[in-house]
């Protein structure tokens, strides 16, 4: 049997965290070397990868307010830490012989390009990986806005989310043993049931454009390659 992916082009957005490992903090090259490794399996099967990164193992802006700190200030720092945690994935995935090209939306010549829609397509289309950092470029966002927005910017099929569940669930599988997984979900549907998949802004921006999302276990081997292939895996969510 011919195994095609299901996706031509995807939008994968990695949280701090999920770069941190077990410590939650600070960046664990062992967590990035084995996402390298599964970046790879795609961009060997022909399938094009833009990568969102968070920077919430390092600093966040509302917390940092929280603090004490001028919220402004905040979200700079916290968008500088995404350019470090695009720095270490680079790093990495070159490493393993894999191109990639970082982008971020705040300019810092002679670290990393210049954000420019065109040329990010024209990479991927060469099969770089395209690494998109310091977010929207702007205070009081996310990086989840950040990849909803990239992802429907460069024409990607889906915008996939990892996590540390495999999935959405009406209740935190961590505290209550009777969650329940969903499948499928609808955005309006996410919107109503106040589900934390996204903040609001991403979940409306990917409403509007009608861009799919997903949400899966980066932690469990073999996920990502698995909903490549189309096979069910963590939660849509969808338009309908
Ligand atoms: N941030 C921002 N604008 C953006 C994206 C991020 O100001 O468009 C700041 C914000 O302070 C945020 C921090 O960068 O807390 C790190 O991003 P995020 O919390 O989304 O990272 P994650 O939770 O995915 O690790």
């Known amino acids: 049997v011919e195994r095609r992916p299901a996706y031509q082009r995807i939008l994968l957005k990695l949280s701090g965290e999920a770069l941190a490992g077990d410590a ?17 399996q795609l961009v ?9 990164l968070g920077g919430g ?3 966040r802006g509302a917390a940092l307010q929280a603090a004490g700190l001028d919220r402004v ?6 968008m500088l830490a995404t350019v470090m945690n695009g720095l270490a994935m680079r790093d990495a ?4 012989n894999i191109k990639t090209r970082v982008m971020s939306a705040i300019p810092m010549s002679g670290v ?10 024209r990479a991927l289309q060469s099969g770089d990986v395209c690494i998109f950092v310091a977010g929207t470029g702007n205070p009081f966002f996310t990086t989840d806005t950040a990849a909803c927005l990239r992802g429907i910017e460069i024409n990607a099929n889906v915008v996939i989310k990892a996590t540390k569940v495999d999935g959405v669930y009406n209740a935190d599988p961590m505290k209550d043993p009777t969650a329940v997984k969903y499948d499928y979900l609808t955005f309006d549907e996410v919107l109503e049931k106040k589900l934390g998949v996204m903040d609001l802004t991403a979940i409306c921006l990917c409403r509007d454009q009608n861009m799919p999302l997903r949400v899966f276990d980066m932690n469990k081997q073999g996920a990502l390659l698995n909903l490549i292939f189309g096979h ?7 338009k309908q």
């Open 44 to 52: 060997g099967i022909g399938v094009e990868v833009g990568i969102v």
């Open 112 to 121: 990393v390009d210049h954000y420019d829609r065109r040329a990010a397509t």
């Open 24 to 40: 939650d903090m600070g960046i664990d090259p062992k967590v990035l070397s084995r996402m390298a490794l599964e970046i790879g």
């Open 73 to 78: 200030a905040g979200d700079h720092m916290g």
């Open 93 to 96: 995935l070159e490493r393993n």
């Open 57 to 59: 193992n390092l600093f």
């Open 232 to 238: 069910t895996e963590g939660t849509l969510i969808g």
